[in-house]
């Protein structure tokens, strides 16, 4: 995975929300990236990030046909790919390395990060 296949923080939340929701579509992907983040995101956000993932070949997506509820809008439905679970595996485990360098909580008082062996 090159720099510029790399995930960003919003990223990481929106592939491990599709990885984890079964027929993942932007409504609990929005609302699942919500209640992990703490914060209230916006829909074009969650679409943003969902092209980029697309982009990079970490989703696919396929459209569901088009109702009357939703106007004759088709419904867009994502799956992660292999290679994004492999990028989603990659950030968990630079995630590990980060907390096994600064400890469980850093930012507790008291708290030193861990003396490099590099």
Known sequence: M???DSLGQFEQLVLAAVK???NAYAVPIEAMVEQVYGK???FASVYTALDRLEEKGYVTSREADPTPLRAHQPKRYYTITPDGDGALRDSY???GRFRELFGA???ESGTQPK???I
């Open 115 to 117: 003396k490099s062996t």
């Open 105 to 107: 909580n850093p930012w």
């Open 40 to 42: 209230r995101v916006r």
């Open 2 to 4: 090159g720099k510029s």
């Open 93 to 95: 485990d630079t995630a």
């Open 20 to 22: 984890k929701i079964e």
